[in-house]
Every structure is written in C-alpha cells, then in structure tokens.
C-alpha cells in the first residue's frame, strides 16, 4: 500500500522553528517528487515546496523562499520540511504528496499529485 505520513506539527511562538517529515512506502520513491502543502482554515490548499527525488532540485512558493528549506533523504524514502522564522500566516495543516512526472510547473497544483498524505498541524502563536 502507498503511504505518506507526515509529522512535526506543533505550536510554536511566532519566530520559532519546526521541522516536518513525511515518510514514503509502497511506491518507487526515486521515481517521484515529494511536495508539501498547507491549508488554513477557510481557504484553498495551497503549494509550500516541492524537491525532485531523482536529482535534488528544489521549488519553494515566494511566501517561504529564505525561511523554508525542503531535504531529502532517499535512503530513508523521508522528506524534511525546516520551517525557520514562522509566523501566523503560516499557521495551517501541512500536507505532503508524490508527484509522478514532469516537476515544473505542475508542482503548484494539487490536482496533479498522484498520492497524498494525512496531515499535520502549525500553529505558530504570535
């Protein structure tokens, strides 16, 4: 069975950081892109990061470039979301999903993700 569990939620203080990980089975884990999403209360989920499997090359939305920094480690089918200098706005719960394919553009969208992971709540308080 195909499996991606996201975990590291937390609460933490406005400035803070948190590090999220999602973990892979039951698929070829070299063969796809790993993605992060977030979704707050009220609106529309949208793409945090994303980074290629196959050759390490990363994609972040402009609302966490410099703070969020998205890893890899394919020996452990894991991977990592370093989330530094939170703030509210990036309270929401985060979710991670396998991306078959052709990464750009398709990152940004949802609808192309071929699995999907439970989710992971941050509250960053201010």
């Known amino acids: 069975d195909v499996q991606l569990q996201a975990s590291g939620g937390g609460l933490v203080q406005a400035g803070g950081s948190l590090r999220l990980s999602c973990a892979a089975s039951?698929?070829?884990?070299?063969?796809?892109?790993i993605g992060w999403f977030r979704q707050a209360p009220g609106k529309e989920r949208e793409g945090v990061s994303c980074?290629?499997?196959?050759?390490?090359?990363?994609y972040y939305a402009d609302s966490v470039k410099g703070r969020f920094t998205i890893s890899s480690d394919n020996a452990k089918n894991t991977v990592y979301l370093q989330m530094n200098s939170l703030k509210p706005e990036d309270t929401a719960v985060y979710y991670c999903?396998?991306?078959?394919?052709?990464?750009?553009?398709?990152?940004?969208?949802?609808?192309?993700?071929?699995?999907w992971g439970q989710g992971t709540l941050v509250t960053v308080s201010s």
């Open positions: 039951g698929f070829t884990f070299d063969d796809y892109a």
């Open positions: 999903a396998a991306l078959g394919g052709t990464i750009v553009p398709r990152w940004r969208s949802l609808y192309e993700y071929d699995y």
């Open positions: 980074i290629s499997s196959s050759d390490g090359s990363t």
